[in-house]
C-alpha cells in the first residue's frame, strides 16, 4: 500500500510539475513578453556592450527565437525583457522556477542539468581550455602542475579540471569563483597562474580590449567537449518545439553563417567543422 501511495505521489508531482511548465506560449500570447535570461559577462556569446544591452551570440539566436514565436502566435510585436544571471546555479533555478521563458548564456549540456531543466537544439560547440599570461605561459595539461589556476565554481569546466589533476597526479590549487570578469581580474592581478573556462569564452574575454591579444596565451589543445544548447523549463513540449523550430530554420539558411561571423570570426575564431557539421545535422525540414 505505501508502495502504491509514494508512486501515486510522484505521479502527481511530476503531472504538476509539468502543467506549471506547459504554458509559455499561452502566457507570451497573453502578456506579449518574451522573457530572456543571460550572461552578462560571457562574451560573445552573451554579455552587456558599453551602453549595457545585452548582446551576442546567444541573444541574437534568442530574438530569432522570439521573433518566429510572435509570428505564430500572431502577435504584432513581441516585447523582450532582460534578465542577468552570472552563476550557473542562478540560470538554472530561473528557468527552473519560471523566472525566465529560457536561458540563452554558454551552457553546456549535461545529464544532471536535463534532471532540472530542458534543452533546445544544440546552438555551440566548444571545450574546455586554460588562458595565461605569455609572460608565463601554460601551453599544455603538463603545465599546470604546481600552478594557481581559477575555475568558474559548478561549471562542467571545474569538473574536467579536477579530473584532470586527479588524472595525472598533479599538485594543483583551484581558485573557486563566481564570475568571468573575477577570473580574469585575478590573471591580470597575477594572483593566478591561469584561467580554466571554456575556450570560445575565454576567446571573447581576451578581445574585449584592445592588443590584450598581445598578452595573453591559451592551452593548444582543449582539455573537454562542451555541447552548448538553451536552456528552457522542463516538460514544456509545445514551447521547446517552437524554439527547435526557430533554430532548425535558421540552420537551414546562409545568415546562421554570418552570425558566426559577427560573433566569432572577428575574434579569431574560424568556423571549425564540427559547428558545422552541428548546423547541417540540425536543420532539420518541416
Not at 502543467?19 to 509559455?24: E, G, I, K, L, Y
Not at 558599453?50 to 541573444?59: D, L, P, Q, T
Not at 601551453?139 to 588524472?167: F, P
Not at 523550430?245 to 546562421?256: K, M, Q, V
Request: aromatic share 8%; charged share 25%; net charge negative.
Amino acid at each position: 500500500m505505501r508502495v502504491l501511495i509514494a508512486t501515486a505521489l510522484l505521479l502527481a508531482f511530476a503531472a504538476a510539475n509539468a502543467d506549471n511548465h506547459a504554458d509559455t506560449l499561452k502566457r507570451i500570447a497573453e502578456t506579449g513578453e518574451f522573457r530572456i535570461g543571460y550572461v552578462p559577462d560571457a562574451p560573445p556569446l552573451s554579455f552587456n556592450d558599453r551602453n549595457g544591452n545585452a548582446v551576442g551570440y546567444s541573444i541574437d539566436l534568442c530574438r530569432h527565437i522570439a521573433s518566429t514565436i510572435r509570428d505564430d502566435l500572431g502577435l504584432e510585436k513581441i516585447d523582450i525583457t532582460f534578465t542577468p544571471l552570472v552563476t550557473i546555479e542562478d540560470r538554472l533555478s530561473a528557468v527552473q522556477n519560471g523566472d525566465v521563458d529560457i536561458e540563452c548564456g554558454a551552457t553546456t549540456v549535461t545529464l544532471s542539468r536535463r534532471d532540472r531543466v530542458d534543452f533546445t537544439l544544440m546552438t555551440f560547440i566548444t571545450g574546455s581550455a586554460v588562458l595565461s599570461r605569455k609572460a608565463n605561459p601554460i601551453n599544455t595539461v603538463d603545465d599546470i602542475a604546481g600552478a594557481k589556476i581559477a575555475v568558474l565554481s559548478g561549471t562542467t569546466t571545474e569538473d574536467v579540471m579536477r579530473r584532470v589533476v586527479e588524472v595525472n597526479g598533479f599538485n594543483v590549487d583551484l581558485v573557486m569563483i563566481d564570475s568571468h570578469d573575477e577570473g580574469m581580474q585575478l590573471l591580470n592581478d597575477r594572483k593566478v597562474i591561469g584561467y580554466a573556462s571554456d575556450r570560445a569564452m575565454l576567446i571573447g574575454q581576451v578581445f574585449r580590449n584592445d592588443n590584450a591579444a598581445n598578452q595573453y596565451a591559451l592551452t593548444r589543445s582543449a582539455l573537454s567537449f562542451e555541447p552548448y544548447a538553451l536552456m528552457i523549463p522542463r516538460g514544456d513540449t509545445n514551447f521547446r518545439l517552437a524554439a527547435d523550430r526557430a533554430l532548425a530554420s535558421l540552420y537551414r539558411t546562409a545568415r546562421i553563417r554570418r552570425l558566426y561571423q559577427n560573433w566569432f570570426g572577428r575574434y579569431g575564431e574560424p568556423l571549425s567543422p564540427i559547428v558545422e557539421a552541428m548546423y547541417q545535422f540540425q536543420a532539420v525540414g518541416e
